[in-house]
């Protein structure tokens, strides 16, 4: 029943998936097409013309970014709340499922569309930045094979003296920022769906309610993100005036961990709070 829940739940989401993922094309593909008129060979009014344009396209670029990943979060919140909240959840409660294996299939399937958008978001950042790269070599004047192998080699060096200045490797890092950012990914879609139900307490306002309800977490967690701060400052200070042979990572982590552990409770109650609101207090519009 759980597969015919998500391919349900599919069949809702990708619509408006693939229109911001048009979007974001479009802008990666007006950006890289900005990208490669450039040419400092031209003059000086067609450059600076040039310079605005590609100005232009990165700032639209960059919109296009915050519109998918919060346009995802937001058609993710309305879907739940109209398949569960409104007319349209009196099919989705007569379903011979239960109300565990819709609240279920509904996170998965959110949380599927947002690595969508996420892993193409990274996607395009990498073409831009391949395009960014090519276009540069080939204007510089050499032979561009001898420049990619200098930019290999000074990139190498780079991630060499990582581990050195921050205390781990640098594939160790960037695996245990995949892991922390996946757990914290899916903390909060589900936060994001608890603070949807919180605001069906609200009988006349329930979107506003909905709404009041996430800035309140929100603001409750900022200031817990605070004082979860506070070990990490104690350290730098630490670090500071005794020469401690801390490194960045070990100043740094503690205080991640204690923050992304902060999230996963605030999901595990906000989990319940799906389950009990969906059973227990459910008042369909």
Partial sequence: ?????????????????????????????????????????????????????????????????????????????????????????????TLPATTRQILNAKIMASILIYLIMLVAIAGTIFVIFQVAIHHI??????????????????????????????????????????????????????????????GQLFAKHRIIGAIAAYFGVHFIMQIIGYMCSLPMYTKMLMADSYASDLTAFGIMSPTMNLTLLTTVILAVIMYFVNLHMMTKKLNLE
């Fill in 137 to 198: 070599f080939s204007l510089i004047p050499g032979e561009y094979d001898e420049l990619r192998r200098a930019f290999s080699r000074e990139f190498s060096s780079i991630l060499y003296e990582f581990e050195d200045e921050l205390g781990i490797s640098f594939g160790g890092y960037i695996a245990y920022l995949v892991i922390y950012f996946i757990i914290a990914l899916i903390s909060n879609i589900v936060t994001v769906l608890g603070c949807v139900s919180l």
């Fill in 1 to 93: 029943m759980l597969g015919k829940l998500l391919k349900y739940e599919w069949k809702g989401l990708r619509s408006p998936l693939l229109i911001m993922l048009i979007v974001l094309g479009a802008t990666t593909a007006l950006t890289c097409g900005v990208i490669l008129t450039i040419n400092p060979k031209y003059d000086d009014v067609i450059a600076w013309y040039s310079m605005m344009a590609l100005i232009l396209s990165i700032f639209l670029y960059y919109f296009g970014l915050i519109g998918c990943t919060l346009g995802t979060m937001l058609i993710i919140a309305i879907r739940f709340y109209k398949t569960c909240y409104t007319d349209q959840g009196y099919l989705t409660h």
